[in-house]
């Protein structure tokens, strides 16, 4: 009776992003909500160092030219939480295959926000399984073209990935508990018109589309930009929530990771009814945009004295 009700139960849950605390009672960080390592380009905060191209620079021009927007309910990243209850699933395609756990009622995003990305962090929090166009696939499988399962305690970046970088798909994502808490404390990803790209990934960047032809622009995949630390953000009259974005833009700056519609942020779906200042005041904050050209895996953010203090450590 007792193992019927546990299945039962698993059958029935509905499935949920991971929760908790961000940063715990003894001040490590939660990999599920806050991942990957303190030097991750994802956690490091932009350096003294850092040397911007000017503002009429071509790559900040092209940036400034596209449309802006939050994806959020489409063109987004919804984050499952997988308990040790949840069924093991067959997920894949002509990639290869791989089984992991998926909570029932887990779903992708949405079909008209195209790539339909679906991810799912481990029992042990210490794995988030990513996928790319996931469709249901019969008796509770899935089908994907690429799946990648990423450690959230490592990089997030050069060991592969599912936007097309090659990279983490988490990385960079706003959080609704970042948002609730009023503080986004690590780089954004973003994404460009193809035809504002130009081939040649650059650090950390590894891979680029498969249409890469239609890069006929200035900007290389895996660029950083970042709001120069001489711009007052608390001048620019922007919403609480522009103001939270145009910090994390000052003090850790935003990677180009995929092609798009426009220049685009991403927030989790659930963050939809949520982020109606940041939509605003994306606009204001995209023209204060600069292209950082020292950014290395050597001198991370141009190095030098950081803007900020370095992420909690994980646990």
Request: hydrophobic share 45%; with cysteine.
């Amino acid at each position: 009776m007792g193992a019927a009700i546990a299945l039962f139960a698993s059958a029935c849950a509905v499935a949920r992003p991971p929760s908790g605390d961000a940063v715990r009672s003894d001040g490590t960080r939660n990999a599920a909500l806050w991942p990957f390592s303190v030097t991750s380009p994802w956690n490091m905060p932009i350096g003294s160092g850092a040397q911007f191209a000017g503002v009429n620079d071509a790559r900040n021009a092209e940036l400034r030219s596209a449309g802006a927007w939050v994806n959020a309910a489409v063109w987004s990243h919804p984050i499952y939480q997988a308990e040790a209850s949840d069924p093991i699933r067959l997920v894949g395609g002509w990639s290869g295959y791989a089984a992991y756990r998926i909570p029932n009622g887990a779903q992708a995003a949405l079909p008209n926000g195209g790539d339909m990305h679906m991810h799912v962090v481990d029992p042990t929090q210490h794995w988030v399984d990513e996928a790319w166009d996931m469709t249901p696939a019969g008796g509770g499988n899935w089908y994907t073209p690429h799946h990648v399962r990423t450690n959230l305690y490592g990089p997030g970046v050069g060991e592969g990935g599912v936007r097309a970088y090659g990279g983490s798909a988490i990385g960079g994502l706003i959080r609704v508990w970042e948002i609730q808490a009023g503080s986004v404390k690590h780089a954004l990803a973003f994404a460009l018109p193809p035809d504002l790209m130009r081939t040649g990934p650059l650090w950390p960047a590894t891979t680029e589309d498969g249409a890469n032809n239609l890069y006929t622009g200035d900007v290389h995949i895996g660029s950083l930009f970042a709001i120069p630390g001489s711009v007052n953000v608390n001048a620019l009259g922007l919403s609480a929530q522009g103001l939270m974005i145009a910090h994390a833009l000052q003090d850790y700056g935003a990677y180009l990771v995929d092609a798009g519609g426009n220049f685009a942020l991403s927030a989790e779906p659930a963050a939809e009814g949520m982020i109606s200042g940041m939509r605003n005041d994306i606009s204001a904050l995209q023209t204060k945009l600069q292209i950082v050209t020292n950014n290395s895996p050597y001198a991370v953010g141009g190095g030098g004295t950081r803007r900020m203090p370095l992420a909690p450590a994980l646990r």
